[in-house]
């Protein structure tokens, strides 16, 4: 795209706008001028010469006509100026583009003409390198040959060797599979009577255990049919107890059997029968045979006790 084409018109657009913006600007002002003489403040007698400002006015339009005239003609002159100098500027184009062509011509045929003697150069080389071709493909199908039997004598030798190795391998495979099966059979064999070893480790540990808790169940009730009695020849019954009543209470004992402390747990709702059963117990104050249990035993059922205390028995 050529810029210089659309000066001329832009700068002729850009005069014209002016002149028009000048105008407006004069109509405008002039009028409001004449508004403002035409409502004054106060009201004045004066002799108006209307025939020289009609002249004046006619002379100010005929100078503003001719200095539009005088800026279109000098706008047409330059629009001219500039259509030539276009004009002339893409003559020497044109004219450096058919120089360019030609040149390109020339060097289009240079070219064509140096491909030529490349591809006949090129054929002539190409004619050589195939009969060389030829004739190396021939020495070398007979260096393959020649290469191809010695591999297949090599092979057969080592096919042989293999099969021999692999043989052997079998051989060696076979007997350590037999001793692996040997040594896995003594092995579940051991594992066999370390199971049943184990086993009867087993048993024996839970028929000894069954025996210990059993001799512990023994030992417990035999103590607390001790600690009941004891309470029950110490117990002396207040005249309300009756058949029925019942107090829980909470006995605290020292590995010596000497009572820490004794409460009530659940009351049977008569205070007195609560009372005199709290004083049976501290009335024994130590159950001396409990000084002979075994410490593990004593910790894990003597140590807090609960007993139901009742008219008719003493219970845990």
């Known amino acids: 795209m050529n810029f210089r084409s659309y000066l001329f018109p832009a700068l002729l657009a850009l005069i014209l706008h002016s002149v028009i913006l000048s105008a407006l600007f004069y109509s405008w002002f002039g009028y409001a001028e004449d508004e403002k003489h035409l409502v004054p403040r106060h009201v004045k007698a004066q002799i108006v010469d209307l025939k020289s400002q009609l002249k004046s006015q006619q002379q100010e339009k005929q100078a503003e006509a001719k200095r539009k005239e005088e800026a279109r003609k000098q706008a047409a ?3 001219d100026a500039l259509k030539e100098k276009a004009r002339k500027e893409e003559a020497r184009k044109e004219e450096a ?13 240079k070219a064509e003409e140096r491909k030529q003697a490349d591809a006949k150069r090129k054929a002539e080389a190409k004619k050589k390198a195939d009969i060389l071709k030829k004739e190396a493909l ?7 040959e020649a290469a191809r039997k010695k591999a297949e004598a090599v ?7 293999k099969q021999q190795e692999d043989a052997r391998r079998k051989a060696e495979a076979e007997k350590q599979a037999e001793r692996k099966r040997e040594a896995q059979r003594l ?8 199971r049943r070893e184990a086993e009867l480790a087993a048993a024996l540990a839970a028929e000894e255990s069954e025996m210990q808790a059993l001799a512990e169940q023994q030992a417990t009730a035999g103590y607390l049919e001790y600690i009941a009695s004891e309470i029950e020849n110490n117990w002396s019954r207040p005249p309300s107890a009756r058949n029925g009543m019942k107090v829980v209470l909470s006995l605290h004992l020292l590995p010596t059997g000497e009572v820490d402390n004794v409460y009530v747990v659940q009351s049977s709702g008569e205070s007195h029968f609560d009372d005199s059963a709290i004083r049976a117990v501290k009335r024994v104050g130590q159950f001396t045979e409990l000084q002979k249990m075994d410490p593990v035993l004593f910790d894990r059922n003597f140590r807090k006790l ?10 845990r």
């Not at 609960?306 to 219970?315: A, G, M, N």
């Open 187 to 194: 092995e579940r064999e051991q594992q066999d009577q370390k």
């Open 155 to 161: 092979k057969q030798e080592a096919l042989k060797k």
């Open 138 to 144: 021939k020495q070398e199908a007979l260096k393959k």
């Open 77 to 79: 002159r330059k629009e």
């Open 97 to 109: 583009r058919k120089q360019e062509a030609l040149k390109q011509a020339q060097a289009k045929k």
């Open 306 to 315: 609960t007993l139901e205390y009742k008219p008719s028995d003493l219970r």
